[in-house]
Nanobody, 122 residues
Framework: QVRLVESGGGLVQAGGSLRLSCAVS????????MGWFRQAPGKEREFVTSMAWSDMPDYSDSVKGRFTISRDDAKNAVYLQMSSLKLEDTAVYYCAASQRAGVRRPDDYLYWGQGTQVTVSS
């Protein structure tokens, strides 16, 4: 059973930076496309970014140029570096794993972490 555990969330001022981590156990990271999603109160879960085993990252327009996804297959870990944070980035951030490449829909992801809260204050 693949298990994903996020960490690194917290409270940060607008314009600041935060780095999220996702530890993967029970499977080989290299076999999966790893993605980050977020969900704000009252809103649907939305795609943020993903990176397949081919190392081609995909970003939503709302975070492109500010967020960077990276993965360390040897450590079975995925990271999300967030910079120039905005109030609208406030959400619970989820790490997810898919066996398909180039996917953005939550339904295409097989495994999910429990989420970590990111709150951006003014």
């Amino acid at each position: 059973q693949v298990r994903l555990v996020e960490s690194g969330g917290g409270l940060v001022q607008a314009g600041g930076s935060l780095r999220l981590s996702c530890a993967v156990s029970g499977g080989f990271l290299s076999r999966y496309t790893m993605g980050w999603f977020r969900q704000a109160p009252g809103k649907e879960r939305e795609f943020v970014t993903s990176m397949a085993w081919s190392d081609m990252p995909d970003y939503s327009d709302s975070v492109k140029g500010r967020f960077t996804i990276s993965r360390d297959d040897a450590k079975n870990a995925v990271y999300l570096q967030m910079s120039s944070l905005k109030l609208e980035d406030t959400a619970v951030y989820y790490c997810a794993a898919s066996q398909r490449a180039g996917v953005r829909r939550p339904d295409d992801y097989l495994y999910w972490g429990q989420g970590t809260q990111v709150t951006v204050s003014s």
